[in-house]
């Protein structure tokens, strides 16, 4: 048994130090950036940010309205890609840029996939992304799952996880030639793997670990799970995101899909569950297989409207941390981050 003493940093653990800044305004802050994939040497310029792809966030209502703020949108692996296609047909150059298509790794995943970019191609509408994920990327068969994926889609920008560990993260960039990994076990809002397994790493050390690596060998990393706040996405990319995923920020919206409901006051409700709860499971396998547990749940969030008031306030946030910290871009908060560990009563603006 081994036991690793450095303490390990959630984004509730820290904040920004604010420094001298030459910006006036949050209008100055650039919050697009350019970045050229490795292997896919594919161009992208956007917003970076992903819708997660749960069933309840990845939609393609979720796309249309993210696609305006060139934020992409991850759809589920269960999405009927005839409706993507058809809507993308409408406006090919700017609408693909800003989609993944997810799969997991099975032989059914693998053959959803291939027939997903198969219409996509039939019908001249191109793929940028793909997102490969599974609940486990530390899985030694993984990395080759990813190598057959990318030798089959060259030209395709490649994501995949979930991981937390620097050495898988750097290895599924040289050996499973993905260009973006995704990292965050454990974190998410709705998932019950640290209750279940006793599993995760708190998520600001994991991107901060994976972060280091993967750019050392001219990748990038997406931050997965434990945005509760626009602060949250701040300190993602302060630890080394250069992308963050968002699933119960996104959900809850006229956009996410879920079911309605409303108690006796007239408050209306909207669902959202793991993609790994029974929930889940029931929908689209029939069921939790005896061998293994569901490590999601469902809960009931209030409706929160339009998805565009939450997408505004969280840019606006970002804005404002760059603004704090002295940053002029996006992409430069990683640079003028100072963190300081806080106390716990710091922390109680979380509770
Ligand atoms: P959130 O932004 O809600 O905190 O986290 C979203 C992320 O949680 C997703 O992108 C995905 O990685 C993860 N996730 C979604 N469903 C489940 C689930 O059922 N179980 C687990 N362990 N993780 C999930």
Not at 292 to 315: D, H, M, P, Q, W
């Amino acid at each position: 048994m081994i036991i690793e003493n450095e303490v390990k940093l959630d984004f509730n653990n820290v904040l920004f130090r604010p420094q001298t800044t030459k910006l006036t305004s949050r209008k100055q802050v650039e919050l697009l950036r350019t970045i050229t994939f490795k292997h896919s040497r594919q161009s992208w310029t956007g917003i970076p940010i992903l819708a997660s792809n749960m069933d309840t966030v990845g939609t393609l209502e979720m796309a249309k309205v993210l696609n305006r703020y060139q934020i992409i949108t991850c759809f589920h692996k269960f999405i009927d890609m005839n409706k993507v296609v058809e809507w993308c047909k409408q406006d090919h150059t700017f609408r693909s840029s800003y989609f993944a298509i997810s799969t997991g790794i099975t032989e059914k995943d693998m053959e959803r996939l291939d027939a997903n970019i198969q219409l996509c191609h039939d019908n001249n509408v191109s793929v940028q992304f793909i997102c490969i994920d599974v609940a486990n990327g530390h899985m030694e068969s993984f990395i080759q799952t990813c190598a057959n994926i990318r030798s089959k889609y060259p030209n395709i920008t490649l994501i995949a996880g979930n991981v937390v560990g620097g050495e898988v993260a750097e290895k599924l960039i040289t050996e499973g030639k993905v260009d973006i990994v995704k990292v965050g076990i454990g974190s998410g809002s709705v998932c019950t793997t640290r209750l279940q397994t006793g599993v995760g790493m708190p998520q600001l050390s994991a991107v901060m670990e994976c972060a280091e690596r993967v750019h050392s060998v001219g990748g990038y990393v997406i931050s997965d799970g434990g945005v509760c706040v626009p602060g949250d996405i701040s300190k993602a990319y302060g630890g080394g995101a250069d992308f963050v995923m968002m699933g119960g920020m996104l959900a809850g919206h006229k956009e996410s899909g879920g079911e309605l409901s409303q108690d006796e006051d007239g408050n209306v409700y909207v669902s959202f569950y793991g993609m790994s709860s029974s929930n889940a499971m029931k929908k689209y396998y029939g069921g939790v297989a005896s061998h293994r547990s569901a490590e999601g749940k469902i809960v009931r969030l209030k409706y929160k409207g339009e998805v565009k008031n939450t997408i505004e306030n969280a840019l606006g946030g970002v804005r404002s941390t760059c603004t704090y910290i002295g940053a002029n871009r996006l992409e430069d908060i990683y640079n003028h981050t100072i963190f300081m560990l806080v106390n716990q009563q710091a922390n109680q603006i979380y509770s």
